[in-house]
Nanobody, 122 residues
């Protein structure tokens, strides 16, 4: 089970940190954050390898977002800085088994959270 939290309403330029707590598994899973805006397809935002040594970012968020994980807490985070109105979306946490790298294809992932809403006002 994956449970996201930390979403909310912020102004453009503000920061927000999302958390995803995982139950039942974590250490050997790559983790990722996807997002889906109204009327758009779900898109990859960021990923982190099972051991935390490799991180991946979409071009649209690179330099503003930072993904991290705490294996002792079974939690993955997404620190989002300099938020823009186009970052507004439902953000989903996802997990991929087998120590695979967390790539941008949503079909790669085995488990998904329910999502947390991020709204950015201009």
């Amino acid at each position: 089970q994956l449970v996201e939290s930390g979403g909310g309403l912020v102004q453009s330029g503000d920061s927000l940190t999302l958390s995803c707590v995982v139950s039942g598994f974590f250490d050997s899973y790559g983790m990722a954050w996807f997002r889906q805006a109204p009327g758009k397809e779900r898109e990859f935002a960021s990923g982190i390898s099972w051991d935390g040594t490799r991180t991946y970012y979409a071009d649209s968020v690179r330099g503003r977002f930072t993904i991290s994980r705490d294996n002792a807490k079974n939690t993955v985070y997404l620190q989002m800085n300099s938020l823009k109105p186009e970052d507004a979306a439902v953000y989903y946490c996802a997990a991929v088994a087998g120590r695979l790298n967390p790539g941008p294809s949503s079909s790669l992932y085995d488990y998904w959270g329910q999502g947390t809403q991020v709204t950015v006002s201009s």
